[in-house]
């Protein structure tokens, strides 16, 4: 009788163990299956959305990398900037799809300062770097067989070439124009930021295959033979963009404790996280021809902040394209004086980063070769580099000066938000 009992009470516990493991592999398919919506290559998975029964907490954990994979950023001074683990540049349909996905997935900010590895993988790349030099290719070998208004002043054309595409022309009232236009375009190659137009430099010349079909256009305009203009892809169907809340002279600034952070939609999110590379980027180049400017203008103009930024564009699909940057390096540099407590205050307003560009900053910090870093890189992409010329050993010393101004900024954010 007592190994009849013993024997059915085995038999019963083995019926509740076999159905544990069958419920707990079931929860595991699922998870799983997920899992695989949400880092598998099909697009059609991404634009079925995720499923309902799963928590936030659940999307969170299945997000989360092993801390190992991570990049690391604690230590700003970090070996490796310019290894990224990450592929910034991968499918732009799976990142639209799930931008528009309701669910938020986790805390839009990571280590205290850093918009988080979720965000990221959601930023929309308008400008990748094969992209941008398939354009520049073309650019350079294509004609011109139009140039009309529609890129602003007099002074840039909007060029159409053969086959039917355009870009901006701009003939620089002076060389600094040009030259401010073109090192702040592949500082942003330095800095991983994309969101400029691709940009290559074009030596005008009325007998040129190039120039040839415009040359009476370019008399008209009073364009000289001979001067070096800059070509940036044209874009269709952009918009103004009216400056953040946050961002605002009255704004709290954009900072990791930003209660309303949490309460973002992702759209609005991605665009804030380009706004911080946008701050950087202007402030590093001291351009104040767009957020700075407009700080400027509300002494006499209240009303300033409500309107588009200046030399600030959106695609349909969310990317920040960031035009006009003739002010940046040469210009700013030269009239520093009169705009530097504008940068700084809207640098200061600014304590959540991009990982990579930081990164790329606390390298440029700690060689203290940007001057060398973007000789090189516009020397090697750029065969008119050297009639166009390169920044003075003055302003390339203003701006190691404003790379290692803008790595303290960091770690002063770093100190403040470590808690967090
Ligand atoms: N790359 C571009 N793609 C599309 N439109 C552009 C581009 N560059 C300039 N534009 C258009 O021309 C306008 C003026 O351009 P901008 O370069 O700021 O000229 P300006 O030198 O006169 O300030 C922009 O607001 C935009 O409408
Ligand atoms: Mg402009």
Redesign the pocket.
Known sequence: MRALSANLFALLLLCALSSVFYVWSALENRLERHKRRFSGPSQESFQQGPSEDLSAKTFRALLAVPAAQRQNVQNLSYPSAFVGTRDYHVNGNKRSAQREAPVKLGSPVDDGIFWSDWLEDLLPVRFTEGYAEAWRNKARTSAVIKLEP????V??QLATFADGTK??V?YGINADQVQGETLTYYLAGLLGITNL?PLILSQLNGDSAQWAAVRTRMSHLQWSDGAVVSL?????N?TGVVTPAPLRQQGVGLNPALKRLENQTTAELLELMQWSDLIVFDYLTANF?RLVSNLFSLQWDPHVMERDT??L?RTPRGDL?F??N?AGLVHGFRVLNLWEKYHHSVLSSVCVFRKRTTQRVAELHRRRDSRWRLLELYRDSEPLSRELGFLSDEHAAVLQDRIDRLYKHILHCKGKYRQM
């Open positions: 529609g890129c602003g002043r002074s840039n870009a901006c701009r137009p940036t892809e044209w874009i269709s952009l021809d200046n030399n564009l394209v035009i006009d003739e």
